[in-house]
């Protein structure tokens, strides 16, 4: 098993292959691209998205902390479930354009409030603390 440090840079590569892939795709998709519907581009979110929640588990584990017990984890959780919602409905779920284009300005802006809690360890932007 790799070392803490290993693993956080893991982790946040995991992180930035993501979003990449996902603002990747969304552009895709607004520009109507059959590279959307390509077989890779289905198959390797799954592959990086998998390595990012296997990492982020271990690292809590390693850590000792669990996502009840930290609220700034809870937060990034839960709003890890979003940003996946958000970006179903943006990639494929949306019934029209113009849905699929508002939910994934908002996948993309869960996505930087994920990062900004994993920076601060702290919530003030959503509480007003």
């Known amino acids: 098993m790799p070392d803490y440090l290993t693993l956080k ?5 995991a992180a930035v292959l993501s979003i990449a892939g996902f603002v990747l795709r969304y552009v895709w998709m607004i520009a ?3 590279l959307l ?13 998998t390595v990012l929640l296997a990492s982020a588990i271990l690292l809590a584990w390693m850590a000792g ?6 609220g700034w984890l809870g937060y990034k959780t839960i ?11 943006a990639l494929k779920r949306g019934r029209t354009r113009g849905a699929r284009i508002v939910a994934g300005i908002a996948a993309i802006a869960v ?7 994993a920076r601060f360890k702290s919530l003030p932007f959503v509480f007003g603390a």
């Open 79 to 89: 709003a890890l479930v979003v940003y996946i919602v958000l970006g179903a409905i």
């Open 37 to 49: 519907q390509a077989r890779p581009t289905r198959i390797l979110p799954h592959i990086v998205d």
């Open 9 to 13: 840079w893991i982790h946040m590569g």
């Open 32 to 34: 109507q691209s059959p």
């Open 65 to 70: 902390i669990a996502p009840w017990t930290a």
């Open 111 to 117: 996505f930087a409030s994920i990062l900004w809690v």
